[in-house]
């Protein structure tokens, strides 16, 4: 049966309906967004840009840890409406969802086989992804980085069409913002270049033209970014550690974040390392089966060529440079390409074929389609009736907002004396809730910044009990060096002054 034109896009609008309601009212409209120690990176840089121009944060220090489209994309937001970046985050993040929504539709209708059911279910699918409500309840790139990498998809899903240097101009200038968003964005460049390499398409001097003019229009905003950073910080990409984790066990726990996802229980853990290989094997089989088979130019190579290189890429880099665990935020880019990547044969598997097999193939499928929905709503019932109580946890939950040393933090501006330097293991949190800047303790692993702040003899020390970053200098190695004097108390923190031995 013929799906009306019409319908094909009223479906994606009434999900992008959905979604929005999703955000705005059932998760933010208790707390607000929620807010993380990269957040307030974010939302300071953007309120520096928009009021002085500069790329600064809150700490007084450029921004280089992160790319800075983000924070560049929130000021002008800022500068626009003139309002704060963290009350209007809950409207920007439910237009970016219904944005990633509606390009997840837009996807599957450029599939060589079209099916309604089909996209339904994949709607249906993103709309409930735990992992998706997860980013937009948060002030993170990663909320704008997704949707870059849907347009990216579908732009160079356009060039694949019309196969003009203009086109692929378009998906390489998409790419290169992506890249600024976020520096996994580069696997945004990875995969254009992969998929110009497998074309056959074009021959070798067209293929070399095409990778290189791709790839360095993809490269440029990055690359100044990072000249950016090197001038004004002396460091490109902040300071980086290596990583203390082995390339199996970041598999594992690119495997428990993928169980977590298909809404299997936690008993399934131990296979994680076995249902990772099994994923990323299978979509780099189905990507060279499709490249052989000559079907490299399709929207559903596109986006099983972006979950390859982006699903490779994250566990391999994690292994060489040191951040926080594989999670599901970090993976979250991966949802919408792997969620189709590893379904869009279904609708080519019933094309031509007689109505009884294709209800044999159709009902089990459809079957586990919904049964993997029901676990998402499950989960997100649960998180919903979590959260309802106390807020997105982060900065903006009521362990914070409700706390007795953060409302003394509040209206205790004045009790340190101008020219003695503060410290704290916090220092996001006492510029968001007290406006205060306090430099952040340093970090065991960096051994001349220790000894340079031991040689600091008299200073305050904001201290959040409650935080416990074992990363961090804390108070039993402050003792050794010198007296801390308690000023102000509270059960989840504390106001020291250290006067040296």
């Not at 990663?142 to 160079?156: C, D, K, N, S």
């Not at 520096?183 to 254009?192: D, F, K, R, S």
């Not at 067209?206 to 002396?234: A, C, E, M």
């Not at 009990?465 to 050794?480: H, T, Y």
Request: with cysteine; glycine share 6%.
């Amino acid at each position: 049966m013929q799906i009306p034109k019409s319908l094909k896009v009223y479906d994606s609008l009434l999900a992008c309906a959905v979604g929005f309601y999703a955000i705005y009212e059932i998760y933010t409209s208790y707390s607000g967004i929620g807010i993380s120690p990269d957040s307030i990176m974010y939302a300071s840089t953007a309120q520096n840009i928009a009021q002085h121009g500069n790329l600064l944060t809150f700490n007084g220090g450029p921004i280089v840890f992160f790319p800075i489209f983000y924070p560049v994309f929130l000021s002008i937001i800022l500068f626009i409406t003139q309002v704060n970046t963290v009350a209007a985050a809950p409207v920007i993040n439910s237009i970016l969802f219904c944005g990633v929504i509606f390009m997840s539709g837009l996807i599957v209708t450029k599939f060589k086989t079209y099916s309604g059911i089909y996209k339904w279910l994949i709607l249906i699918a993103v709309v409930l992804s735990p992992a998706l409500l997860e980013i937009y309840t948060y002030l993170w790139s990663e909320t704008l980085f997704i949707f870059i990498t849907l347009v990216f998809i579908l732009a160079f899903w356009n060039y694949q069409q019309k196969r003009t240097l203009r086109s692929l101009i378009i998906a390489a200038i998409v790419a290169a913002f992506g890249c600024l968003t976020r520096y996994a964005g580069v696997t945004l460049v990875g995969a254009g270049s992969l998929l110009l390499l497998l074309d056959n398409q074009l021959i070798i001097r067209q293929k070399i033209k095409y990778v290189l003019t791709f790839g360095l229009i993809g490269i440029s905003l990055l690359v100044g970014n990072l000249i950016l950073n090197r001038l004004t910080s002396g460091l490109s990409t902040g300071t980086r550690e290596s990583s203390l984790t082995s390339l199996s066990k970041n598999l594992y726990y690119f495997g428990t974040v993928m169980c977590d996802w298909i809404g299997f229980p936690q008993t399934f853990y131990p296979c994680a390392i076995l249902i990772a290989c099994i994923i990323l094997f299978s979509l780099t089989g189905l990507l060279a089966w499709r490249a052989y088979k000559g079907k490299i130019n399709t929207a559903e190579s596109v986006i099983i060529c972006f979950a390859v290189v982006y699903g490779w890429f994250i566990p391999v880099f994690a292994s060489i440079s040191r951040f926080e665990p594989l999670n599901s935020r970090l993976l979250s880019p991966l949802f919408v390409p792997l969620l189709i990547g590893i379904t869009c044969w279904a609708p080519g598997m019933f094309k031509g074929r007689k109505l009884k097999t294709q209800l044999l193939f159709a009902i089990p499928f459809v079957a586990i389609m919904l049964f993997s929905d029901y676990s998402l709503v499950m989960t997100d019932y649960q998180r919903w009736y979590d959260e309802n109580d106390y807020g997105v946890p982060g900065y903006t939950d009521d362990d914070w907002n409700k706390s007795q040393f953060i409302m003394f933090l509040k209206t205790h501006k004045d009790i340190y004396t101008l020219d003695i330097p503060k410290y704290t293991d916090a220092d996001e949190a006492t510029y968001f809730f007290a406006g205060t800047t306090a430099t952040l303790l340093p970090h065991k692993y960096f051994q001349n910044t220790v000894k340079q702040f031991f040689t600091v003899k008299h200073y305050y020390l904001i201290w959040f009990s409650s935080l416990n970053n074992w990363e961090l200098i804390g108070l039993p190695d402050i003792l050794k060096h010198g007296t801390l004097k308690k000023l102000y108390g509270f059960p989840d923190g504390a106001v020291y002054e250290y006067t040296g031995k």
